[in-house]
Structures are given as C-alpha cells and as structure tokens.
C-alpha cells in the first residue's frame, strides 16, 4: 500500500512540474495588451451648437485612446430619446469620418430637450458619455 502512495505522489509532482513549465504564464489566449488597459475618451457633441426644428445637426463622437485618435472602434452608437416621451427612442450607428470621428446626421422634428448618448466600445471597454440638446422652433 505504502507503495502506491508513493508513486501517487511521485506522479503528482512530475504533473506539477510539467503544468508550471507550458510557458503560458497562465495567460495564454488573453490578450491584455498594454494599450486595451488605457482608457478610451469620448468627446461628444454637435453643429450648429443651437439646433432648431427642421434643421440638419450633425452629432459628432471624437473617440481617443493615449491621445490618439481611434479609427476602429469595435462599435459606435448614438441614442436619442425625448426627455418626457418614452415613444420617442432611437439607437443608431454612428458613420466613420477618420481620425477618430464619428458622426451622424439627424433632423429634429419636434422643439424639446433631447438626451443624447454615445455608446462607444474599443475592445473590452465600453463608455457612455450624455449630454442634453435643446431644441427651439
């Protein structure tokens, strides 16, 4: 009996061994790249400042990563919904114009206050930055 033990352990250390030498560092297929660690910045806004009825606005996300623009955002999305008016929601992807702009073109049929998000995701990072646009007649 005393003889099975020992090969039992005998064998468990060779596994052992043989597991820390893979040369993965325990992180094989993760790729943690230094630059998916920095934080992507959003800067969101529109032309003209003063948007009215029946006028084109142009909404813009500016997406950067260590000071340099992002031109392959995984995904760029702007929401719209009317402050007061659930009916009034829509999610649409944003077009890129390069050098880490994105944009979309939007005529607003109704005066109100509109919130507007950008949902932006770089790799496994996703942020999702607000800001309110009023509209005038």
């Known amino acids: 009996m005393r003889k099975y033990g020992f090969v039992a352990l005998l064998l468990l250390a060779v596994w052992s061994i043989a597991?820390?030498?893979?040369?993965?560092?325990?992180?094989a297929g993760m790729d943690m790249s230094e630059s998916m660690m920095d934080p992507v910045q959003?800067?969101?806004?529109?032309?003209?400042?003063?948007?009215?009825?029946g006028n084109q606005v142009t909404i813009e996300v500016n997406v950067t990563q260590k000071d340099k623009p992002?031109?392959?955002?995984?995904?760029?999305?702007?929401?719209?919904?009317?402050?007061?008016?659930?009916?009034?929601?829509?999610?649409?992807?944003a077009q890129n114009?390069?050098?880490?702009?994105?944009t979309l073109d939007k005529t607003f049929d109704q005066a109100g206050t509109y919130s507007i998000?950008?949902?932006?995701?770089?790799?496994?990072?996703?942020?999702?930055?607000?800001?309110?646009?009023?509209?005038?007649?």
Do not use: F, N, R
């Open 70 to 93: 992002v031109d392959k955002a995984d995904e760029v999305m702007i929401e719209i919904s009317k402050e007061g008016d659930s009916s009034s929601h829509e999610k649409v992807a």
């Open 117 to 137: 998000t950008s949902h932006v995701t770089v790799g496994p990072q996703h942020t999702m930055p607000t800001k309110k646009l009023t509209v005038t007649e």
């Open 42 to 53: 959003v800067d969101l806004s529109w032309t003209p400042e003063q948007a009215k009825v």
């Open 97 to 102: 114009a390069g050098g880490g702009k994105y």
């Open 19 to 27: 597991g820390c030498g893979s040369g993965g560092g325990g992180h």
